[in-house]
C-alpha cells in the first residue's frame, strides 16, 4: 500500500509530494509544525495540538492555510488514505513560495502547508519503556524563541546526532546558569528527592509540550504533586526518577545520563502510572 501525503490541496504519493524549491520553509526554516499521536484509532490532544499550532503561526505572522475545520478534515483524511491506527501525523506550514529576499513576501502569497502520516509499532515503544532510555546533556545553543515550534531544528538535529554518537537516545539542553532546559525534542521531567514532579517553567526557554501539559493534569487525577521550577543537572542526576515527554513517545524514563546512573539504573513507578493513566485523561478525537 502506498503512502499518501497532503501536499497544497492535493493527496499524492508519498514518492511524488514534492514541494517547490523557492518555498521559504525550505530557505529559511520559514516555518511551523506539529507533530501528534494516534492511539488505537484516535488521534490524541488534538485541539491543544491546534491551539499551539495557531499560536506559532501569529507569532511568525503566517496565515492559517484554511480554516481550523478544514484543517481538521485533512489530517484525518490523510490518516485515513494511510490506514494509520497507531501511529502519528505531522504536519507543516510555511509562508509560502516567493523569489528568495529575506524580507516577507507580498500580502496575499499562499502559505505552503504539508501533511503526511505514518504508523508506528507500539511494541517498539513498549520496550523503550521498559527499559528506559540513556541521555546526555548539551550546552544550549539554539535561538530565544524555542517556545515557537518552528522547522529550523537544526541545533536539534545536531544535539541528538551526537547523543546517538555517544550510545544515548536524546541530548538534554543546558542553559549557561547549569539549568536543566528541555530535550532536542523532548521536556524533561524530575521527580525530587520530595517525591514531587519538577519541570521548568514554560516561559523560560522551552517548547510548552502538549504532552508536558496533560501530564500535569494527569498527575492531577492521580493525586501527585507538580512544580514548575527551575533544577539543575545536579539535582537531576541525584533525583528519584527521570523521565521525558513528547507526543509519539509519552513519557521515556532515563535511566543514565552522561554515563551516570539515575537512581537505581531502571524506570521508576511515578513515570509507569502515569504513562498507564495518559491516554484516560488525554482528549481522544476520532478519525
Ligand atoms: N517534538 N521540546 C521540543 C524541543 C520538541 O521538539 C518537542 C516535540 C517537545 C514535546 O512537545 P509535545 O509534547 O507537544 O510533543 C518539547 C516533536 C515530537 C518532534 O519534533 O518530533
Known amino acids: 500500500m502506498p503512502r499518501i501525503a497532503y501536499v497544497n490541496g492535493r493527496y ?7 514541494v517547490h524549491v523557492e518555498d521559504r520553509g525550505f530557505q529559511f526554516a520559514d516555518g511551523v509544525y506539529e507533530v501528534c499521536e494516534v492511539r488505537h484509532g484516535f488521534i490524541v490532544d488534538l485541539t491543544r495540538h491546534l491551539d499551539r499550532l495557531g499560536r506559532s503561526l501569529g507569532e511568525l505572522q503566517i496565515a492559517w492555510p484554511m480554516s481550523r475545520g478544514a484543517l481538521t478534515n485533512v489530517i484525518r483524511e490523510t490518516l485515513r488514505r494511510n490506514h494509520v491506527h ?16 529575506h524580507v516577507f513576501p507580498a500580502a496575499g502569497t499562499r502559505p505552503s502547508i504539508v501533511v ?25 545553543n539554539r535561538w530565544d524563541r524555542v517556545d515557537i515550534k ?3 531544528l537544526l541545533p536539534n538535529a545536531l544535539a541528538r546526532q551526537k547523543a546517538k ?5 536524546e541530548a538534554i539542553f543546558i542553559d549557561t546558569d547549569g539549568m ?18 519538577v519541570t521548568r517553567p514554560s516561559e523560560h526557554g522551552i517548547l510548552r509540550g502538549i504532552t508536558r501539559t496533560t501530564l500535569i493534569d494527569v498527575a492531577g487525577t492521580l493525586g501527585l504533586p507538580v512544580t514548575e521550577r527551575f533544577f539543575s543537572v545536579e539535582e537531576m542526576m541525584n533525583a528519584r526518577e527521570v523521565f521525558i ?5 509519552i513519557c521515556f524514563p532515563v535511566v543514565s545520563i552522561d554515563g551516570r546512573t539515575i537512581a537505581n539504573g531502571h524506570p521508576g513507578t ?9 491516554f484516560d485523561v488525554a482528549e481522544k478525537t476520532a478519525i
Request: charged share 20%; proline share 2%.
Open 86 to 101: 497507531n501511529g502519528l501525523f505531522y504536519l507543516q506550514v510555511t509562508r509560502g513560495v516567493a523569489r528568495r529576499d
Open 165 to 169: 554518537e555517544e550510545g544515548a537516545q
Open 180 to 197: 536543566v532546559k528541555e530535550g532536542a525534542a523532548t521536556n524533561v521531567w524530575i521527580v525530587d528527592t520530595q517525591g514531587t514532579l
Open 150 to 152: 518552528t522547522v529550523g
Open 270 to 278: 511515578v513515570s509507569q502510572n502515569i504513562r498507564e493513566a495518559f
Open 12 to 18: 499524492v504519493k508519498h514518492s511524488d509530494a514534492m
Open 245 to 249: 515527554t513528547a507526543a509519539t513517545s
Open 116 to 140: 503526511t502520516a505514518k504508523s508506528t509499532d507500539p511494541s517498539v515503544i513498549a520496550a523503550k519503556n521498559a527499559k528506559g532510555i540513556k541521555a546526555i546533556t548539551v550546552p544550549d
